[in-house]
Structures are given as C-alpha cells and as structure tokens.
C-alpha cells in the first residue's frame, strides 16, 4: 500500500478532529495495513470523522488499508493530543461571538441550570444580566443558533463597536446595520435601498437630534414588518449592550422600539446590570422592565457554590468530551482542585474555563501529569489584569474612581484586617455600596452571601470577598487568611466575625 495514502488519511483525520500529533501504530496484516488512531475516549464524533475520511480517501475499493480507533492509555495525558485540543478549545471559549462553534456549536454549548434556554428562544423581548464571563453572549448565540436551524432571520449586533458613539449616530448606524442583515430575507429590495439611502443622508449630516429619524421609524417598520406577515419573525441581538454609556441607552432602545413594538420583531440584549439603564423616566423612552421587556439572569455566584460547581464541571467535561477525554477530573490530582477554580473563579464560567487552561498550561510545562490546586492558584494570581482592563473598557466613565476604591478595598483586607473576606452594609441609596456592587459586577469582589443581620435589628450586612488574584500565587500575602478554604458549608456565626468596610465611596 502507498505511504502517501497512509499519511493523507492521518493528516486528514488530525485536521478535522482537531487531534494533531495524535497516537497512531500500523500493523501489517495478511490483507494489508491497519492504521490505528488511539483516543483516550473515543466517542461518536470520532467514528463519524474517521469514517468520513475513510470513504473520501480510501473508498470502498481493495486499497490494503484499514483505519480504526481504540481507547488509549496516555502515559501523561497533559502531553497529548487531546489535552492539545482541550487547551485551544477553551480559548476558542474566551471570546464568544456570532461565528463561535459553527456547526459544533450545539455539541459544544451547555445548558444553563436555570433552564433559560427555554425563555431566549420565546416570543418576546428579553434582557440577559449577569457579570462578565456569566454566559450572556453564549445564550444569545443559542438563540441565533436555534432560530438559524428553523430558517428564520435574525440580526446580531456587537455592540462594542459602538461603543464611544452618541446616541443619534448609534441609532442610525443600527438601523442601518439591521436593515443589511435583514435585506436578504426581505422580498421588496427597492423599499429596503430607499431606507437605507434616507439613513445614510441622516447619517452625512451628523444629526444632533433623533426628530429626523423618528421620520422614517414608519418606512423601516413596514419593511421588516414583510418578515412577520411571511410568518417569519425577525429577532435583534444585541450583545454586550452595555459599552454604551449609560445616558444613552435608554434612547437608543426607544428608537429600536419604534420600528419592532407589535411588528413581530423581538429583541434580545446581553449586559452588566449595574452598567445598564433600559428605560428613561424623565424622557418616556427605551424599555421597561418587565413590561417591555423581561429579564433573565445568569449568574451562579459563590452563594450558591454547589450550583457553580455543577454548572462549569459540566461546561468543562463538555468540552474535554468533545476533544477526547471521559471527563475533566481525569486531569485534576483531586476533586478538591475543581472545587477551589470555582471559589476563585467566583462561579464566573469563562473565568474558571480561563484560569483550568492557565493552570494546564503551567502543570505541562513543568512535566506535571495532573492539575494541582496550586496550579489553579497561580493561574489565577496571573488573571487579574486581565479583569483590571475589563473595568476600563466596561465602566469607562468612572473607571478611574473604581480603580481607587478597590486599592482601598486591596488595603483594608490584605494589609490592615489580613483576610480576604468583609462585610458591607446594604444601604442601597449609598454611593459607596453601588459602587461596591459595580465592583461585583465586574468580577473583582465576589458575593458569598447576600444579606445577613450584624449587631442592630434591621441593618443587613452583604459578604464579600476580594479576587483571588491580589493575594494568592504568585503574588501570595502568606499572612492573608482565606475565607473557606476547604469551600464547605459556612455557619452564620463565621460571617458575622468578619470585619466592616465603612470607607467612603
């Protein structure tokens, strides 16, 4: 048999597994060569790909070759094949946007706990909260995925793009950007070119007001509204809606609601809730919650650690199931290791997906065979940063007066109290705690439990713990003590001994 055919088959079969430099023998047999591919869980997927390269390569005819796959014994599973593929999978994770996944984006995506599937794709209106990394882009693109199998447009708009843009120009550059995406399902293409003509004019002249748009609301109300009288509706996504500042998000929201109120056309946003602002009380316009539109969060926060653990164990065996591997625990010295990337990931899924693929990556390079939990404490000693930027980039306007308010936070626990944990009293009018709970939002003081009585009836107590990041690995203040260490079941009596921050906003 011809070597080059051999080589063709595995080269093949790396690409479109994603196996590259898989483990492969050949042995000579009486009928010719038999090449084996050896997998440390060789599922279905698998078969389908080695039998879809054998029939495209080998085909049907006496070539003396025969392929198959066997279940494998590795002797470092973080050197292989697969823990190659699981690392470049979970960065793929990272940053989730309309062409994430492809045609694996079902095999690949996990379903929320909370059954919040159910409700993206349903006829209405829906604003998706939750902290960074929560999965907020994640569901939109399930909606748009599922939508897409049925054959009915939608419209998915990144709105980070937009993010340094007033309101009227945000404004026509959306319609404008739903107009295009729309134009291929729409049947009457000269009324869509008249829009967009009109739109562009508006847009040339750098408009201080909405009133000349708010002229052709009708004309672009009627166009889409071909969509929902062929039966098939059209739904807007708009992720990471957020990035607009916040004076501007109402209008921008009013303006989009005027074209799909009553018209069959839904629309779906992803966003930072204390970051957002739907609806105008003063100017009547944008979104109402829930009347206009309802809510859905994502967030299994360290409130509920069980929930968390079970929510990103899946997500992750998800992914090591797709790459090859029976399950994520294989690559952890033990289950205590997946319990402490939740506690420092704080039940944030791409942050935990993040800091397991930092810690593999460190446990390889020093010819580790497993992933140890100071392995996952390093790692995530080294993520701060990466979440410090976030806070430029997602509260711009006040960024600087975070950044100062978490160096007091930084101080008070790691320097003065020497614990990672403390208490702030729920006063929900006080600027000091909303810009406590933007500080949550943003990952980078994480909620362990929501409300607790402290010393005076009545006042209520939210308990807090600062990012890993700042005190363990690394950057490790031996001294600090962890709050919950072994991650079990914290009595009432622990939370109410745990310092005060009364600093000032």
Same mark, same amino acid.
């Given at each position: 048999?011809?070597?080059?055919?051999?080589?063709?088959?595995?080269?093949?079969?790396?690409?479109?597994?994603?196996?590259?430099?898989?483990?492969?023998?050949?042995?000579?047999?009486?009928?010719?060569?038999?090449?084996?591919?050896?997998?440390?869980?060789?599922?279905?997927?698998?078969?389908?790909?080695?039998?879809?390269?054998?029939?495209?390569? #080998?085909?049907?005819?006496?070539?003396?070759?025969?392929?198959?796959?066997?279940?494998?014994?590795?002797?470092?599973?973080?050197?292989?094949?697969?823990?190659?593929?699981?690392?470049?999978?979970?960065?793929?994770?990272?940053?989730?946007?309309?062409?994430?996944?492809?045609?694996?984006?079902?095999? $690949?995506?996990?379903?929320?706990?909370?059954?919040?599937? /159910?409700?993206?794709?349903?006829?209405?209106?829906?604003?998706?909260?939750?902290?960074?990394?929560?999965?907020?882009?994640?569901?939109?693109?399930?909606?748009?995925?599922?939508?897409?199998?049925?054959?009915?447009?939608?419209?998915?708009?990144?709105?980070?793009?937009?993010?340094?843009?007033?309101?009227?120009?945000?404004?026509?550059?959306?319609?404008?950007?739903?107009?295009?995406?729309?134009?291929?399902?729409?049947?009457?293409?000269?009324?869509?070119?008249?829009?967009?003509?009109?739109?562009?004019?508006?847009? $040339?002249?750098?408009?201080?007001?909405?009133?000349?748009?708010?002229?052709?609301?009708?004309?672009?109300?009627?166009?889409?509204?071909?969509?929902?009288?062929?039966?098939?509706?059209?739904?807007?996504?708009?992720?990471?809606?957020?990035?607009?500042?916040?004076?501007?998000?109402?209008?921008?929201?009013?303006?989009?609601?005027?074209?799909?109120?009553?018209?069959?056309?839904?629309?779906?946003?992803?966003?930072?809730?204390?970051?957002?602002?739907?609806?105008?009380?003063?100017?009547?316009?944008?979104?109402?919650?829930?009347?206009?539109?309802?809510?859905?969060?994502?967030?299994?926060?360290?409130?509920?650690?069980?929930?968390?653990?079970?929510?990103?164990? @899946?997500?992750?065996?998800?992914?090591?199931?797709?790459?090859?591997?029976?399950?994520? $625990?294989?690559?952890?010295? @033990?289950?205590?290791?997946?319990?402490?990337?939740?506690?420092?990931?704080?039940?944030?899924?791409?942050?935990?997906? +993040?800091?397991?693929?930092?810690?593999?990556?460190?446990?390889?390079?020093?010819? &580790?065979?497993?992933?140890?939990?100071?392995?996952?404490?390093?790692?995530?000693? /080294?993520?701060?940063?990466?979440?410090?930027?976030?806070?430029?980039?997602?509260?711009? &306007?006040?960024?600087?007066?975070?950044?100062?308010?978490?160096?007091?936070?930084?101080?008070?626990?790691?320097?003065?109290?020497?614990?990672?944990?403390?208490?702030?009293?729920?006063?929900?009018?006080?600027?000091?705690?909303?810009?406590?709970?933007?500080? #949550?939002?943003?990952?980078?003081?994480?909620?362990?439990?929501?409300?607790?009585?402290?010393?005076?009836?009545?006042?209520?107590?939210?308990?807090?713990?600062?990012?890993?990041?700042?005190?363990?690995?690394?950057?490790?203040?031996?001294? #600090? #003590?962890?709050? +919950?260490?072994?991650?079990?079941?914290?009595?009432?009596?622990?939370?109410?001994?745990?310092?005060?921050?009364? &600093?000032?906003?």
């Amino acid at each position: 048999m011809n070597d080059d055919l051999l080589q063709k088959v595995k080269r093949e079969f790396e690409a479109q597994s994603g196996l590259h430099g898989i483990q492969s023998t050949i042995k000579e047999r009486s009928d010719g060569r038999l090449l084996i591919f050896a997998i440390a869980n060789p599922t279905d997927r698998f078969f389908a790909i080695l039998e879809s390269v054998r029939s495209k390569l #080998v085909g049907d005819a006496d070539s003396g070759l025969r392929v198959t796959l066997v279940k494998g014994k590795k002797a470092n599973l973080l050197q292989s094949a697969e823990c190659r593929f699981l690392l470049r999978t979970l960065s793929e994770s990272l940053n989730i946007n309309r062409n994430s996944f492809k045609e694996d984006f079902f095999a $690949r995506y996990t379903k929320s706990v909370s059954a919040a599937e /159910e409700q993206i794709v349903a006829a209405s209106n829906h604003i998706v909260f939750g902290r960074r990394g929560a999965g907020k882009s994640s569901l939109l693109l399930y909606g748009l995925h599922s939508r897409t199998l049925e054959d009915l447009p939608s419209v998915w708009v990144d709105m980070q793009v937009y993010s340094q843009r007033d309101a009227i120009a945000v404004g026509i550059d959306l319609l404008l950007e739903i107009l295009k995406q729309a134009k291929p399902h729409l049947a009457n293409q000269g009324l869509v070119e008249s829009a967009t003509a009109t739109l562009e004019s508006l847009e $040339r002249k750098k408009l201080t007001d909405d009133r000349a748009i708010r002229k052709v609301l009708p004309q672009i109300r009627r166009i889409l509204g071909q969509l929902t009288a062929e039966g098939k509706n059209l739904t807007i996504f708009l992720d990471d809606y957020h990035v607009l500042h916040k004076s501007l998000q109402p209008a921008v929201l009013g303006l989009l609601y005027a074209v799909t109120r009553g018209n069959g056309i839904f629309i779906k946003l992803s966003a930072i809730e204390t970051l957002t602002q739907t609806w105008d009380t003063v100017k009547k316009t944008g979104l109402q919650i829930p009347h206009d539109v309802q809510e859905i969060k994502l967030d299994y926060n360290l409130t509920i650690p069980e929930k968390a653990t079970e929510h990103i164990t @899946s997500i992750l065996d998800a992914h090591a199931l797709y790459c090859g591997l029976p399950s994520i $625990r294989v690559l952890c010295t @033990s289950s205590n290791v997946l319990s402490r990337l939740v506690w420092v990931a704080a039940g944030v899924p791409r942050d935990a997906l +993040n800091v397991f693929a930092q810690a593999m990556a460190k446990a390889s390079l020093s010819d &580790g065979k497993h992933v140890s939990v100071s392995s996952v404490n390093v790692a995530a000693s /080294e993520t701060v940063n990466v979440k410090l930027k976030e806070l430029d980039t997602d509260a711009s &306007g006040e960024a600087e007066t975070l950044h100062a308010l978490l160096e007091k936070l930084r101080d008070f626990c790691v320097k003065q109290q020497r614990k990672n944990s403390f208490l702030i009293e729920i006063r929900s009018e006080a600027l000091l705690y909303q810009r406590i709970l933007k500080l #949550v939002d943003l990952r980078l003081l994480h909620v362990i439990n929501e409300g607790i009585s402290v010393g005076e009836a009545g006042r209520k107590y939210l308990v807090l713990i600062l990012d890993y990041g700042f005190y363990i690995g690394i950057r490790a203040a031996r001294s #600090v #003590v962890l709050f +919950n260490k072994q991650t079990r079941k914290v009595a009432y009596k622990e939370l109410r001994r745990l310092p005060v921050f009364v &600093g000032e906003a």
